[in-house]
DNA sequence: AGCCATTCAGGTACCATGTACGCAAATGAG
DNA sequence: CTCATTTGCGTACATGGTACCTGAATGGCT
């Protein structure tokens, strides 16, 4: 009997090796979720077809079904295979400050290892174990401040907001700088898009111009961008921490 | 001469009915959009197809590509449409807080109303004309308070991200209770869908369990909590903006 | 050893979708 | 009236998810 109700795939096992008749399986989730990452890494998520991801195994198609339900459980456990390169402590340190330093920047590498990791993340509601531990971790560093749990969720959704829409926008310009060659310094008077010139000439939105042109933190390394705008939200976590903390 | 630049839709300007030979238009951008937009809004956007859109219309699939050069560029479309529903007063009030409260509460209600509008938001960039009106003004209401470009940028950078995952959470949140017909208070025991029911109950993620299980927030109105959420980010950027300033 | 239930491999096939191409119909300039 | 031009849209193809089916492998049971 099968049941196919569509439940999580953590729900739904893989077969695994019990002594019993039946041939053996000839490969695993592992593999191909592995074999779909390495595609999507190389060519884009888009790549990762079904057809393709066997054809590299050396495979047919329908061998994947009998490993994974739906191609969109596939999503999910490559998102969780992704989260699991995050190396964290196995608690916080004390130093919420210094923990979330470290997440984010650990978040940032498997984002960018991965380009489609973050697009996946937000249009799936997707909860493998391994983003489940990395997600404790946050909230863990938030505990003993005397916060309340809805205030703790609501802080890690603000860092968690702004990790992901940073590495969004930092694979957004490096597929930019691939696809034109152009470096940043002449991005801006070369290429810029021809709409966006359009636009910016139109002079119809002058604060959208001067976040076009007069940007000074385009001289940065994305890394210390990125680094710059964490501080920010971190400063801003703890602005926030006094006010919420009921005395 | 047909240029197949693969250039942005807002470049590409409608055929104008001049007073040239040939056969007048049937259609219009704006009603293939709108009809995509209603489709969309009914059955979600992955049943807003070509064929269907046209059927709608009553007409061939391939007719709309005498108004649209691909589907992507509708969804740009669809996206500024949208975003041409929200309505903002010319130009900030001098009250910051009070003009982003605003634009809030305006983004929620479209975003709402139009439940793929986030989405498509997230995993496309793009810049329609009353996008940029949008985002001008919430650029805007910083201006004057001694803030740097980049940094204004960011500040509504932090809004926005608020604003999507609010909006996102919440329209999750309504098609879950669509699906299964159950009231928040009943959902947490009798549903709360299998698989976390199982992570809650293994007890390997205390906080996630708290932040499942412990939240106060749970009878507030869903309007309630996005205007609580909207109150700390404000806070937060209440509590930034000093510092940020250089005195 | 031989039968058999069970499980896997993977080919074939079906359906949905985006869209290239081409031709006929409509239209206004000359 | 002629004809270049532009729209309407049917046909067709490529791609991708996946249902179904047949055959092969495997180990327990008699």
Redesign the interface.
């Known amino acids: 009997m099968d049941d196919d109700e569509p439940?999580?795939i953590?729900?739904r096992p893989e077969r695994q090796e019990r002594s019993g008749p039946g041939r053996r399986p000839g490969y695993s989730r592992e593999q191909i979720t592995r074999t779909a990452v390495q595609i999507a890494d190389a060519e884009g998520v888009e790549a990762a077809t079904m057809r393709r991801i066997a054809g590299e195994l050396g495979t047919g198609a329908m061998s994947l079904y009998r490993y994974v339900p739906r191609r969109d459980d596939l999503f999910d456990l490559m998102i969780d295979q992704a989260m699991a390169e995050v190396e964290l402590p196995d608690g916080p340190s004390g130093d919420w400050r210094g923990d979330l330093i470290l997440l984010a920047g650990e978040t940032r590498t498997i984002g960018l290892r991965h380009p489609w990791l973050i697009?996946l993340l937000?249009?799936r509601?997707t909860?493998g174990p391994h983003l489940?531990?990395v997600?404790?971790f946050a909230?863990?560093a938030f505990?003993g401040l005397g916060l309340?749990?809805?205030?703790?969720?609501?802080l890690v959704?603000?860092l968690?907001?702004?990790l992901?829409?940073a590495i969004?926008r930092e694979i957004?310009w490096l597929e930019e700088t691939r696809r034109t060659g152009l470096d940043s310094e002449r991005w801006k008077r070369d290429y810029m898009?021809?709409?966006?010139r359009?636009?910016v000439e139109s002079g119809?939105?002058?604060?959208?111009n001067?976040?076009v042109l007069?940007?000074?933190?385009a001289h940065l390394t994305p890394e210390e961008r990125f680094r710059h705008?964490l501080d920010?939200?971190l400063?801003?976590?703890a602005?926030?921490i006094p006010?919420?903390r009921p005395r």
Chains 1, 2 share one sequence.
């Open positions: 439940t999580s953590w729900m697009a937000t249009s509601p909860l489940l531990r997600h404790e909230l863990d505990d309340d749990i809805d205030d703790i969720t609501g959704g603000m968690n907001d702004y992901h829409s969004r957004g898009g021809p709409y966006v359009q636009v119809a939105f002058p604060m959208f001067r976040s007069d940007s000074r933190t705008g920010r939200i400063d801003a976590i602005a926030l006010s919420l």
